[in-house]
């Protein structure tokens, strides 16, 4: 399969700055990323649908100015927590696919802690 | 898409079949089911997909039943690396095409 790749696996940041998380397609063109958020004993949640060139497309109940996401090129798409807080520690994960009714591939996800 | 109902889960002793099942009765016929497994603080892993047809690949069988309301995920022979949640989830092909995932099944592998 096609692989995905997160960078950093985990991050510790103190309340109040902001994390940066890669999301990079390492042999594929994604047109398409997808961002999701997993709580401790929970199942993964969809936060927001990103396509290359586009603003996201942000589930409801999702800040689009606390997460910010942006899909620059067809390889990398990056999602900023701003102004974190202990409430944002979750685990984070990307996906991508190639295009519309393709298989998506998931990075290995981001277990961010917020202090 | 259509919801999917999985039990909360399996166990499974190593070497044997995992016949993991699905209930898919509301899916419409342009929706695929796919699954996916999570292996704990890892990103899910893709599995297999079907329309219809069985499917079978190096990692899994997926049989889906003639009126394609439910469907069995078959890992042929589990070993303790096969230990994670595994996913149902029916998707169309076109459209937004997000997965949406529910609670799963979490398969246990006994040694």
């Known amino acids: 399969g096609a692989v995905v790749s997160q960078h950093p696996s985990r991050v510790i940041c103190k309340s109040g700055t902001s994390v940066k998380i890669e999301c990079r397609s390492l042999?594929?063109?994604?047109?398409?990323m997808f961002w999701y958020r997993q709580f401790p004993k929970q199942s993964l949640m969809l936060m927001a649908t990103?396509?290359?060139?586009?603003?996201?497309?942000?589930e409801q109940g999702v800040e689009k100015d606390k997460f910010l996401i942006n899909h620059a090129s067809l390889t990398l798409s990056t999602l900023t927590v701003t102004s974190a807080h202990p409430e944002d520690s979750s685990f984070y994960i990307c996906?991508?696919?190639?295009?519309?009714?393709?298989?998506?591939?998931f990075g290995q996800g981001t277990r961010l802690t917020v202090v | 898409d259509a919801k999917t109902t999985q039990p909360p889960s399996m166990d499974c002793a190593e070497g044997r079949a995992a016949n993991l099942p699905c209930n898919h009765s509301?899916?419409?016929?342009?929706?695929?089911v796919y699954w996916y497994r999570q292996i704990h603080s890892q990103g899910p892993q893709y599995i297999i997909h079907g329309l219809k047809n069985n499917e079978t690949n190096e990692m899994a069988s997926l049989i889906i039943t003639e009126d394609r309301k439910s469907s069995t995920l078959i890992l042929p022979h589990a070993t303790l690396r096969d230990t994670a949640v595994y996913y149902c989830i029916v998707r169309a092909q076109t459209g937004a095409n997000n997965l949406f995932f529910g609670t799963g099944t979490r398969l246990t592998v006994i040694p």
């Open positions: 042999d594929f063109q994604a047109t398409t």
């Open positions: 996906s991508a696919r190639r295009g519309p009714g393709t298989e998506a591939f």
């Open positions: 509301t899916i419409s016929g342009n929706e695929y």
């Open positions: 990103s396509n290359e060139g586009s603003k996201a497309t942000y």
